[in-house]
């Protein structure tokens, strides 16, 4: 069994986090991957305080284990968010997409534990200044929101940059990568892609079915012109996007295309106007299967490994 300093901070049985996705990471998917004895996540994304609230609610009839929040700092309702997860005195709150720090005072005097996703050592340096009782180290192998940084050199420079307990993230989707991330230094990971397959994750089935076809090459970062460079699985969508972002098309109508997306994907389903966000590791997805089961198999991977790996120091 592997079990890291992350694993007593936060009370949690496997140092295991499930990425905060928005539009798919409600109650129902996070309680189930804390009933699996990892870290359950809320992505707040784009939704309301009340929404977020009614999901923390839910995720609490469904396990007594810890959950977290996520909050997606590009969001028009993060204040609200920021509030609500203060109220209903959520242990850990994530963050990504953008800088917490405006936050982070409030959620430290009221016990909250902050883990902010970084993409870069300077953010890492900044958020262990203010307080964060741990790291994300984020790699651009990840779906959504990405850095420019890949995760096998990104953890270790986060590692060097602060004492606290890192976290790695990115291309992450089984015991391997599991096992390189301790390897790294990281005491822990998070996994987004893996858990789409999770049987309690509510995403419509042409998207699960998208990520158990995918293969090696099957994902594409748009969005870089506006700042906010985003992994997808090649669709229509991303090629529409592509050629609109090199074609000289306007920021106003790109962002119109980008606008309502991530629904059309996640709850509709809709092949051709959808984007799908996924990381590089969809194509190491294969089956749908339990949130618990995904952890298990992935932590005895590794453990199997580094087990294996110890016996070659001679
Ligand atoms: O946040 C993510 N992944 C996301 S957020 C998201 S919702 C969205 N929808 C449409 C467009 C854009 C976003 C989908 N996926 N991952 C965590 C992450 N955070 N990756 C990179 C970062 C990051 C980037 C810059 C963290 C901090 C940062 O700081 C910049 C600064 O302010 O200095």
């Known amino acids: 069994m592997i079990q890291s300093e992350l694993c007593r901070m936060l009370g949690i049985r496997y140092p295991v986090f499930q990425g905060g996705m928005a539009w798919i990471a409600d109650g129902t998917l996070a309680a189930a991957v804390s009933n699996g004895g990892g870290l359950g996540i809320i992505a707040a994304g784009n939704a309301s305080g009340e929404w977020v609230r009614e999901q923390i609610h839910l995720a609490r009839t469904l396990t007594d284990r810890p959950i977290g929040v996520n909050l997606m700092l ?43 996703v970084v993409a870069s050592v300077a953010m890492a340096k900044r958020m262990t200044r203010l307080g964060a009782s ?4 984020e790699g651009g192998e990840s ?13 270790p420079q986060v ?16 015991g391997r990568g599991v096992a390189a991330a301790f390897l790294l230094g990281a005491c822990g990971v998070q996994m987004g892609t ?3 397959s999770a049987a309690e994750c509510s995403i419509h089935p042409v998207y699960k079915e998208k990520i158990l076809k995918a293969t090696d090459l099957c994902t594409t970062v748009t969005g870089r012109r ?14 529409a996007y592509t050629k609109g972002e090199f074609g000289g098309m306007s920021d106003e109508d790109l962002e119109a ?3 309502g997306a991530l629904r059309r994907a996640v709850r509709e389903g809709d092949p051709v106007n959808g984007c799908f966000l996924a990381g590089q590791a969809a194509a190491m997805v294969r089956r749908e299967q339990p949130a618990a089961e995904i952890i298990q198999e992935v932590m005895e991977g590794a453990e199997a490994l580094l087990r294996k790996a110890s016996s070659w120091v001679k």
């Open 194 to 196: 893996r858990f789409l």
């Open 257 to 259: 295309m980008g606008t």
């Open 74 to 116: 590009m969001s028009p309702f993060a204040d609200e968010v920021a509030k609500v997860v203060t109220e209903e005195a959520v242990p850990v709150v994530t963050t990504g997409a953008g800088n917490p720090s405006r936050y982070m005072r409030d959620w430290t005097a009221a016990g909250i534990r902050v883990i902010p």
């Open 226 to 239: 506006l700042g906010h460079p985003v992994r997808s699985l090649r669709t229509p969508f991303a090629r």
């Open 143 to 155: 779906g959504g929101h990405v850095g420019e940084l890949t995760t096998m050199v990104l953890v």
């Open 159 to 174: 590692c060097d940059a602060t004492e606290l307990p890192v976290l790695a993230a990115g291309g992450i989707a089984d």
């Open 134 to 137: 741990a790291l994300i180290a």
